[in-house]
């Protein structure tokens, strides 16, 4: 909160949606002293979907940006913006990059943080200024194909409320609400553009949903999310691998007009399931019999699929990777490149260290 309103933009309101909190963060809000600021409530607990579209439903504001109470913007992101929103004559989406920030105890309780620049590797083929209907329409595609070449988080993408109009219902949907709202976004936008400036940062801590994925507490997770990963041929594995098939089928019942003869490729699916078997394996999760039940469930299109992977460079690199893997920390199993952090203890520490500002020596170590 503090980083979005210790900004000196005053063209913003601040929905903040209280999802039936119990522990001080009611106090919290009463505290804050800030017209922009304007709070709604839930009385009992909703959905992480349903909250973001009660939060979304409560603005007003001609663009949105949706935020995690674990993300934040670094200094000068609204004049930034209103620059490239007067340079592009008003997109109807901006996407940017930014910085992760991993909190201590986040990933399998790491003692100090760290964070990875960029947020978000984008392809060659990314260069700044709009992206045309045809690179977007395949870029959804793609996301059939489990290759995924935009961040599916909603934080480095700022949306026009007319964009917003272009989706019938809500835009948020589960399970993964902002995964739906922006590949429907990409095939619906009458203008996208693409700009590298790193402007936010993109947290995860121990109340992160990718807490629980990366800490193998999934079911927890799920409950956390309020969703069902459940679904006709599903393969035990990371629910990011099911989840994602269950949008993808959603995304394809929405908009058949938009996707014809695009079906979920499931060789992608299970190579990425079989995958994290091995990663639950080496993490000492699953065992020799856990492995041995799971390859059993793989049907005869499944294998081959499976074997199909020795022709795909990417499963190459993805093999080489874990076995470079072996010697990373824990961390760096999962965000590769990251960099520990000395005597910075939360993100608005990082965020204010990143942006250059003198509160903290540079204590980085690689």
């Known amino acids: 909160i503090s980083t979005i309103l210790d900004q000196s933009y005053r063209d913003l309101e601040l929905i903040v949606s209280d999802n039936a909190n119990t522990d001080n963060t009611k106090e919290v809000l009463a505290s804050i002293s800030d017209l922009r600021l304007k709070v709604i409530r839930t009385e009992e607990p909703v959905s992480v979907t349903e909250n973001w579209n ?75 200024g709009l992206l045309s209907s045809k690179m977007r329409v395949n870029i959804v595609k793609d996301m059939f194909r489990f290759k995924v070449r935009l961040p599916l988080n909603m934080q480095p993408h700022l949306i026009s ?85 269950i949008w993808l089928n959603l995304l394809k019942s929405s908009y058949q007009d938009k996707l014809q003869k695009v079906e979920i490729h499931r060789p992608g699916y299970v190579r990425r399931q079989v995958y994290s078997w091995y990663q639950q394996y080496k993490a000492g999760v699953a065992k020799s019999v856990d492995l041995a039940k799971w390859f059993g469930m793989l049907s005869p299109g499944d294998w081959w699929g499976l074997f199909s992977s020795v022709l ?48 903290i020596e540079n204590q980085t170590t690689k």
């Open 54 to 128: 009660r939060a979304l439903n409560a603005s007003s504001g001609d663009y949105i940006l949706m935020m995690g109470d674990d993300d934040c913007l670094l200094p000068g992101y609204f004049e930034k913006m209103d620059q490239i929103l007067k340079k592009y004559n008003d997109p109807d989406c901006i996407s940017c990059n930014g910085y992760s920030y991993i909190d201590t105890g986040s990933l399998n309780q790491n003692s100090e943080s760290y964070y990875k620049d960029p947020f978000y590797q984008f392809g060659p083929e990314f260069k700044e």
């Open 161 to 245: 409320r007319r964009a917003r109009r272009y989706i019938e219902g809500d835009l948020f949907r589960p399970p993964f609400p902002d995964h739906f709202a922006i590949n429907a976004l990409l095939m619906h936008a009458k203008s996208w553009v693409y700009v590298p400036e790193k402007l936010i940062v993109v947290g995860i801590s121990p109340k992160s949903f990718g807490y629980f994925v990366f800490n193998n507490k999934q079911e927890e997770g799920k409950a956390y999310l309020g969703i069902d990963s459940k679904f006709e041929g599903q393969l035990p594995g990371t629910d990011l691998n099911n989840c994602m098939y």
């Open 312 to 359: 795909d460079k990417r499963s190459w690199q993805k093999i080489g990777a874990l076995i470079t893997g072996q010697k990373k920390d824990q961390v760096n199993q999962v965000f590769e490149d990251a960099i520990p952090l000395k005597q910075i203890s939360n993100i608005r520490e990082f965020a204010d260290w990143i942006a250059g500002k003198p509160t």
